[in-house]
């Protein structure tokens, strides 16, 4: 799952379920109402260099899952990280984490006793630290940056959000 947008979807926007081996990456996630990615029920996902930006939470390993993330920013969120056991019959979640960018978060990560987040590397900045990203997941926090411009353009010229958004391509 790569270079796409995920704009203002209701619930999750990445939704895995007994899934192997899946790459996430180069993706923009904004304003989920529930989860950006949400990994679950003995999956394994790979989530590298994508922008999660104003989702209720990141990104979700729950229920046996295992999530290896990278160089991911996170900006934002009400939560960034979450590892937890929603079902009885699986056990906790977890999430490995490294060279990670958390910007304004209301809380960059949680776990249940369950489960386990492990981070190395995080950088936890501020707004304008720009230059201390990663290059590959800057370049997906400017191409949403832009994205939300040219909405935000057609907004201010029609009063209403454009009718067709295209797929957000490289």
């Not at 939704?15 to 003995?42: A, F, H, Q, T, Y």
């Not at 790979?46 to 390993?61: C, K, S, T």
């Not at 079902?87 to 060279?99: E, V």
């Not at 590397?121 to 400017?142: M, N, V, W």
């Amino acid at each position: 799952i790569s270079g796409n947008l995920f704009f203002k979807n209701g619930g999750d926007a990445v939704d895995l379920s007994g899934s192997r081996d899946i790459e996430v990456k180069n993706n923009g996630i904004l304003l989920s109402g529930d989860k950006g990615c949400s990994v679950g029920e003995n999956s394994q996902a790979f989530i590298r260099q994508n922008f999660l930006a104003w989702n209720e939470m990141g990104i979700a390993a729950k229920d046996l899952s295992r999530i290896q993330a990278e160089e991911n920013i996170y900006y934002r969120n009400k939560l960034a990280l979450n590892a937890y056991q929603k079902k009885p019959i699986f056990g906790g979640g977890q999430t490995d984490s490294k060279g990670e960018s958390f910007i304004g978060n209301f809380e960059n990560s949680k776990h249940d006793l369950q489960s386990r987040i492990t981070i190395q590397g995080e950088r936890i900045l501020k707004a304008g630290d720009a230059e201390q990203l990663p290059s590959s997941a800057a370049e997906a926090a400017q191409k949403t940056s832009a994205f939300l411009h040219e909405l935000k353009v057609s907004w201010a010229k029609t009063g209403q959000w454009p009718e067709k958004i295209e797929r957000w391509v490289k």
